[in-house]
């Protein structure tokens, strides 16, 4: 499983850099390479200041893990968005089975969340964007996001340890590996490279990264 994951992954990669221990790809077409992932203080980083990566989702897939989780497991990051524009996404993917196939729970600078999901390389909302106050709001600001295992294929939804909603997963149920996601915005709401885009991401469960 985690062999064909990665070869998918490779395949389907647009503008792949190297991290250690790290994979990491793009949709939305862009062919740039001009954004970076590296570790910084023990944080995945991720930072973008050209045009060129607007409107784009880059992905890091950490390649440390021996074995998958699966639907029993709590998934678990850590985010924080030092400077950029305050509706860029962080993601943490859930249930990977490869680059076309997983949940998403993602949350931006502005305290809102939401669950999306890519089934046979298709978006669609799970969650749609929703205010809550169980996240801190602002640059620099770190949450802890969470998704807790299935009881009967639903998922519950943490942020900061409070349960704030919950999913049903029909469509990613045997278990995959986790990711982590950035969103860079349309050219009209970033202001570069004046302001880039950096973000900050600690994967702690199912298992840690960096």
Not at 144 to 152: E, L, Q, R
Request: charged share 10%; hydrophobic share 35%.
């Amino acid at each position: 499983m985690k062999k064909a994951f990665f070869s998918s992954m490779l395949i389907l990669a647009v503008g792949l850099i190297s991290l250690a221990g790290c994979n990491t790809s793009s949709d939305s077409g862009s062919s740039s390479t001009s954004e970076s992932w590296t570790t910084e203080n023990s944080y995945t980083k991720f930072y973008a200041s050209t045009t060129d990566n607007c409107d784009t989702i880059f992905y890091c897939w950490p390649t440390v893990s021996t074995v998958s989780g699966s639907v029993s497991t709590t998934w678990t990051a850590n985010v924080r968005m030092d400077t950029g524009y305050t509706g860029d996404w962080m993601g943490l993917v859930c249930f990977a089975q490869d680059p076309s196939n997983f949940y998403v729970l993602m949350v931006n600078a502005r305290g809102e969340y939401s669950v999306r999901k890519k089934v046979a390389g298709t978006w669609s909302y799970v969650i749609a964007w929703t205010a809550s106050s169980a996240l801190k709001s602002g640059l620099a600001a770190e949450n802890t996001i969470s998704v807790s295992p299935a009881v009967n294929s639903v998922h519950g939804v943490y942020l900061n340890g409070t349960k704030v909603s919950e999913f049903t997963n029909t469509d990613v149920t045997s278990g995959g590996f986790p990711g982590i996601l950035a969103y860079v915005s349309t050219s009209q709401y970033e202001n570069f490279p004046t302001v880039p885009v950096d973000m900050k991401f600690k994967l702690t469960s199912p298992y840690t990264y960096p």
